[in-house]
């Protein structure tokens, strides 16, 4: 079962080649999807406020990001988890003790993994793989499985 990170939606929207081919090529699987609330914010808050955005007008920049909720929102192939108030606790905790330099939704995508039992994470970011070897996180697989950052 598979989870998206936010570089992959982010990636498979805005770039053309190399990380976005690979980003389209991991979302066209035929198979469900799985992301959070927190990643589609983190992918939101990318469209209304990355430099590389900035050449779009306000209103067309939150346009896409609608758009981008709504196509979510809509699919039946993509389930959108929230991430629970003691799956807070626990990322926000381990955030703020851990050694691997996760971000506070990156930490929430991989409990949601492990609450869910979902076993493969789409990302780009190199970090996870370090975080799956810790015992409670070793079911999860990081995918791209090669190095592309």
């Given at each position: 079962?598979?989870f998206?990170?936010?570089?992959?939606?982010?990636?498979?929207?805005?770039?053309?080649d190399?990380?976005?081919e690979?980003a389209?090529?991991?979302?066209?699987?035929?198979?469900?999807?799985?992301?959070?609330?927190?990643?589609l914010?983190e992918?939101?808050?990318?469209?209304l406020?990355n430099?590389?955005?900035?050449?779009?007008?306000?209103s067309?920049?939150?346009?896409?990001?609608?758009?981008?909720?709504?196509?979510v929102?809509k699919?039946?192939?993509?389930?959108?988890?929230?991430?629970?108030?003691?799956?807070?606790v626990?990322?926000k905790?381990?955030?703020?003790?851990?050694?691997?330099?996760l971000?506070?939704?990156?930490?929430?995508?991989?409990?949601?993994?492990?609450?869910n039992?979902?076993?493969e994470?789409?990302?780009?970011?190199?970090?996870?793989?370090?975080?799956?070897?810790l015992?409670?996180?070793?079911?999860?697989?990081?995918?791209?499985?090669?190095?592309?950052?």
């Amino acid at each position: 079962m598979r989870f998206v990170d936010s570089c992959v939606w982010i990636a498979a929207l805005f770039e053309k080649d190399g990380r976005g081919e690979v980003a389209r090529s991991l979302l066209d699987r035929q198979s469900i999807l799985h992301t959070s609330t927190f990643v589609l914010d983190e992918v939101v808050s990318f469209h209304l406020g990355n430099r590389e955005m900035a050449r779009y007008r306000h209103s067309e920049r939150k346009r896409l990001a609608a758009e981008f909720l709504s196509s979510v929102q809509k699919s039946s192939e993509i389930k959108v988890l929230e991430v629970l108030s003691d799956q807070f606790v626990e990322s926000k905790t381990r955030f703020e003790q851990n050694q691997f330099p996760l971000s506070l939704t990156d930490w929430s995508n991989l409990i949601v993994m492990r609450d869910n039992g979902l076993t493969e994470l789409f990302t780009f970011d190199n970090w996870f793989r370090d975080a799956v070897k810790l015992q409670e996180f070793s079911k999860i697989h990081v995918i791209p499985a090669e190095r592309t950052v």
